[in-house]
């Protein structure tokens, strides 16, 4: 199972907007990432291929999960940043 979206907000290592953005992606059993790998033909993303058109497709990857980075690459992405985020309760 793969989730993709469209984000017009800033997305770490891109320069452009709108951009396809792979969310939630599950992958299980011999079949890995097939739902993955799908997401990243979806032709209404490509240029030209609709009325929204994207030049880069972004994913993120919790910083300790090898097997996602390992897929990403497979997939074709390369990494371009790493982000830690903070958070501060306000009572």
């Known amino acids: 199972m793969a989730e993709a979206t469209v984000r017009r907000d800033y997305v770490n290592g891109c320069s452009t907007s709108p951009v396809a953005f792979l969310g939630r992606h599950l992958t299980s059993g011999r079949h890995g990432d097939d739902g993955a790998r799908r997401a990243c033909s ?3 993303w490509k240029p030209g ?8 497709f972004a994913s993120d990857a919790v910083i300790d999960n090898e097997v996602s980075h390992l897929m990403h690459e497979a997939l074709g992405f390369e ?9 501060k309760p306000l009572d």
């Open 49 to 56: 291929a609709g009325s929204v058109v994207c030049r880069e």
């Open 42 to 44: 979806v032709a209404p």
């Open 79 to 87: 990494e371009r940043e790493r982000v830690v985020c903070y958070c």
